[in-house]
Nanobody
Framework: QVHLEESGGDSVQAGGSLRLSCVASGYSRYCMGWFRQAPGKEREGVAFIDSAGSTRYADSVKGRFTISKDNAKNTLYLQMNSLKPEDTDMYYC??????????????????????????WGQGTQVTVSS
């Protein structure tokens, strides 16, 4: 069992930066990721990382967002730079589990539907104003 708790969401001006954190109790050695969701829209993947540290990003955030993981602190991060109003969403941390056989390599994880991810945090709100 993995419990995830996000923090770091805030309201910022366009062009600003935020760093989201996700503390995992119960270490996840498989894929982890950040997703986001606006009201009435489907949850979409933003950034993913596997146990080897390989990463993948949605095209909309490439070059602006960076996902990283501190294994010693069991913490996943999402550094968000050059924020745009369209980045306004609720952001969720997610982790795969031992039984999720797809969750070993980031190339696969990045293409798995959000519904297949086993563990979720409660979300943290990011609001970017123009």
């Amino acid at each position: 069992q993995v419990h995830l708790e996000e923090s770091g969401g805030d309201s910022v001006q366009a062009g600003g930066s935020l760093r989201l954190s996700c503390v995992a109790s119960g270490y996840s050695r498989y894929c982890m990721g950040w997703f986001r969701q606006a009201p009435g829209k489907e949850r979409e993947g933003v950034a993913f990382i596997d146990s080897a540290g390989s990463t993948r990003y949605a095209d909309s955030v490439k070059g602006r967002f960076t996902i990283s993981k501190d294994n010693a602190k069991n913490t996943l991060y999402l550094q968000m730079n050059s924020l745009k109003p369209e980045d306004t969403d609720m952001y969720y941390c997610a982790a795969a589990g031992q039984l999720d056989l797809w969750a070993r390599k980031v190339d696969v994880c990045a293409n798995v539907n959000y519904a297949a991810w086993r563990y979720w945090g409660q979300g943290t709100q990011v609001t970017v104003s123009s």
